[in-house]
């Protein structure tokens, strides 16, 4: 799903927000197809319902220091935690009952690490990454890629008056719930359509 008109916009605002879905993730590092594995994941609906909040086990790697930085989830924090795979039905499960699945990076990033992860997903799917739309509405222009440049979430909550703890994927999903449905029900997302036409 992307935002190409007002007739989608206005499609999202009218799902009843118990059939909304936001999914974050925490992980060791960048690359989910090499070596890099999934230390957390939430999952929350439209009304900021947690369904899934979790420590995740990895089964290859055994330290991230230069993640731990970031995020501050330790080895010692994960060690009695299921794994991915363990919790692998249930998060199918979860993602199979709702019709709009949000995310911020979601497409290139969470979705993938599940994926090489060995979790299943559901192949009719529908999926909104805010990066795209927030991008164009508060990243810069960038003239060599003729693009703009991608804005992180942290940014983008600073814009709605959103204040919460970022790198954790419980605070993660509470906070882009919240933008997701603030540039919804804004005139701001009219900008952003008109720039993607």
Not at 95 to 113: M, P, Q, V
Not at 142 to 158: F, P
């Amino acid at each position: 799903v992307s935002i190409p008109n007002e007739v989608t916009r206005q499609w999202m605002l009218d799902i009843p927000k118990e059939e909304v879905e936001c999914l974050d993730l925490e992980t060791t590092g960048l690359y989910p197809h090499e070596t890099d594995e999934v230390l957390q994941i939430s999952i929350c609906d439209g009304t900021g319902l947690m369904l899934l909040d979790s420590y995740v086990r990895p089964e290859k790697r055994k330290s991230w220091p230069n993640a731990e930085g970031i995020h501050g989830i330790t080895p010692a924090m994960v060690k009695d935690s299921p794994t991915l795979k363990e919790l692998g039905d249930l998060i199918y499960s979860i993602l199979d009952g709702c019709t709009l699945l949000i995310g911020y990076n979601i497409r290139n990033f969470d979705l993938e690490f599940l994926k090489a992860g060995g979790v299943s997903l559901p192949n009719d799917m529908k999926v909104y990454d805010l990066i795209y739309d927030c991008s164009v509405l508060y990243g810069a222009w960038n003239d060599h890629y003729r693009n703009y440049s991608y804005i992180s979430l942290e940014k983008v909550t600073r814009r709605f008056a959103i204040v919460y703890e970022p790198h954790d994927s419980y605070q993660d999903v509470l906070a882009t719930i919240r933008v997701f449905y603030e540039m919804l029900d804004s005139h701001l997302m009219r900008k952003a359509i008109e720039e993607r036409k």
